[in-house]
């Protein structure tokens, strides 16, 4: 599983005027091929009358999913620059869909390419971009005679507490960095000394803004 990988935050979009002709950018994240497709469906539905839909996705750990369609502009100039702007920011489970409303100026196969790829770069800016870090839930049981010191210690530190359970002993929820949990369970023991019992009890994906 990775570790940690970048994507887009959630839904976005932008506007591009060039040489008239309008091209409306919608970005979303999309973690299978179907959810793609599904977005994509939806903004040719809201641009049914549009000139092009043109659109690019990029999927999976390895990017073993990477689709662009043209949507009718002369091959190669719209979807595949859209899917290049993915590559080079390093995006995952990302689509994009530009729409363009020909103004009536023809913009020539550089043009076109330079313009779908400013479009994605704008979309993908409007939206915003997060890390993805895979962390593990690490459950540290302690002796009530413990608590006020650890839970003081972790709240200090850069590892975020999801929460505290109360039983014979106290259950410190602790989210750590896959790879720093020989090191968080070092610190327990040391903390506690060696009176911390210390498990992985679950993995899962938090968010910072990149």
């Known amino acids: 599983m990775r570790a940690d990988y970048y994507t887009v935050k959630d839904y976005g979009e932008s506007e591009l005027i060039i040489q008239k002709s309008r091209f409306l950018t919608y970005v979303s994240r999309a973690e299978t091929e179907d959810e793609a497709l599904e977005f994509i469906q939806e903004i040719k539905k809201k641009h049914h009358n549009a000139n092009h839909n043109c659109s690019a996705y990029m999927i999976g750990e390895h990017d073993?999913?990477?689709?662009?369609?043209?949507?009718?502009?002369?091959?190669?100039?719209a979807g595949v620059p859209m899917l290049e702007v993915l590559k080079?920011?390093?995006?995952?489970?990302?689509?994009?869909v530009v729409t363009r409303y020909f103004g009536g100026i023809k913009l020539g196969g550089g043009g076109l390419i330079r313009a779908y790829g400013r479009a994605t770069s704008e979309g993908i800016t409007a939206t915003g971009t997060v890390v993805r870090k895979l962390h593990h839930l690490m459950r540290v049981t302690i002796d009530?005679?413990?608590?006020?010191?650890?839970?003081?210690?972790?709240?200090?530190?850069?590892?975020?507490?999801?929460?505290?359970s109360y039983a014979d002993g106290v259950n410190l929820f602790v989210y750590v960095p896959v790879t720093e949990e020989n090191v968080f369970t070092a610190w327990m023991a040391e903390l506690t000394n060696g009176q911390a019992e210390i498990v992985s009890t679950s993995s899962e994906f938090l968010e910072f803004d990149n």
Not at 64 to 77: R, V
């Open 88 to 96: 080079k920011q390093g995006l995952k489970d990302t689509v994009v």
């Open 64 to 77: 073993t999913i990477q689709k662009a369609n043209d949507d009718g502009e002369p091959t190669g100039t």
């Open 144 to 164: 009530y005679t413990w608590l006020g010191k650890v839970e003081n210690e972790i709240r200090q530190s850069a590892y975020p507490l999801k929460e505290i």
